[in-house]
């Protein structure tokens, strides 16, 4: 846990008070895609695990059924955050390494923004 802590804060992510980590990931071309992580404690620390986020629609802007739609053939999951459509990822933190939270990282934020852009948007 402390070793996701520490890679998080050494990245510029900022913890809120409601649990949750904010940062950005910033592409060549100038975009960015923010990306909300949040670490999940269970009863055992077998199944604790890092919740990997990044918006890339409003329910303003699409269905239920337009998100499924737009995230199919990709690897990641999609679920609601508040009013919001979101790519998400879970990784096992038990003997995570660096590696595979900063993948996770970025894996999310690509997908989101490639779908944030297929809907003509860079808003989140």
Sequence with gaps: FEQVVTH????????????????EVEWEDGRDQGVFIRIWNSDNDLYDAMIVDSIFASQE?????????????YQHGIAMRG??????DSVPIADVDESEVMSAIQSVALIADILESELGGDDF
């Design 8 to 23: 998080l804060e050494g990245m510029g992510f900022e913890h809120d008070e409601r649990g949750w980590w904010y940062g």
């Design 61 to 73: 802007d699409i269905t239920p059924k337009k998100a499924l739609e737009l995230a199919e053939g």
């Design 83 to 88: 009013e919001a459509f979101v790519v998400r």
